[in-house]
Antibody, heavy 119, light 109 residues
Framework: QVQLVESGGGVVQPGRSLRLSCVVSGFTFSNYGMHWVRQAPGKGLEWVAALSSDGTTTYYVDSVKGRFTISRDNSKNTLYLQMNSLRGEDTALYYC????????????WGQGTLVTVSS | QSALTQPASVSGSPGQSITISCTGINNDVGDYRHVSWFQQHPGRAPKLIIYDATYRPSGASNRFSGSRSGNTAYLTISGLQSEDEAQYYCTAYTRMLWLFGGGTKLTVL
């Protein structure tokens, strides 16, 4: 069955970096676009970034442009989110999610990895 | 502030039907595509229940239905059950980004 497993979260100081990973199984990873979506504690969902199936097209929410980079390694069935210059407002549970079809967000989701930005 | 507006809460009794709205701030219908609805129970990942405004993915209950009129999308849940008590989010793709509504808390009385 389809599985998405995020990792890499933790507690980090403002201004520092963190890299999240999402290892997938149960489907042909290279055929699907992928997303990162976050949820601050007690808050709603916020889309963060998207990446096409071939890794050539990326989109970001304005608040992370220039700080976050979404990427993928199709040979390792892994999606990444490199997060630099972290801020307190980046504190959230980060989910990876798979497209249903190109740019249709969220047929499958992982369980999330928690990032806490605090001094 | 979300660009998609949902009511903060709705409620209904078991067996009843409820409808949740999702309104875009832009009146141009063509600006919003790939409208979807997600259900999220506390401590769980979101689950896709409607895509393309009106279609149900495999595995989603047929008690969920979606519609769209102008710049507003609607999620209707019929035959309310206790397990439907959850947070519901709409989302849409527009201008190279995906927007989520603020979420609607459904309480089953």
């Amino acid at each position: 069955q389809v599985q998405l497993v995020e990792s890499g979260g933790g507690v980090v100081q403002p201004g520092r970096s963190l890299r999240l990973s999402c290892v997938v199984s149960g489907f042909t990873f290279s055929n699907y676009g992928m997303h990162w979506v976050r949820q601050a504690p007690g808050k709603g969902l916020e889309w963060v970034a998207a990446l096409s199936s071939d890794g050539t097209t990326t989109y970001y929410v304005d608040s992370v442009k220039g700080r976050f980079t979404i990427s993928r390694d199709n040979s390792k069935n892994t999606l990444y989110l490199q997060m630099n210059s972290l801020r307190g407002e980046d504190t959230a549970l980060y989910y990876c999610a798979r497209d249903l079809r190109p740019w249709y967000l969220g047929e499958y989701w992982g369980q999330g990895t928690l990032v806490t930005v605090s001094s | 502030q979300s660009a998609l507006t949902q009511p903060a809460s709705v409620s209904g009794s078991p067996g009843q039907s409820i409808t949740i709205s999702c309104t875009g701030i832009n009146n141009d219908v063509g600006d919003y595509r790939h409208v979807s609805w997600f259900q999220q129970h506390p401590g769980r990942a979101p689950k896709l229940i409607i895509y393309d405004a009106t279609y149900r993915p495999s595995g989603a209950s047929n008690r969920f239905s979606g519609s769209r009129s102008g710049n507003t999308a609607y999620l209707t849940i019929s035959g309310l059950q206790s397990e439907d008590e959850a947070q519901y989010y709409c989302t849409a793709y527009t201008r190279m980004l995906w927007l989520f509504g603020g979420g609607t808390k459904l309480t089953v009385l």
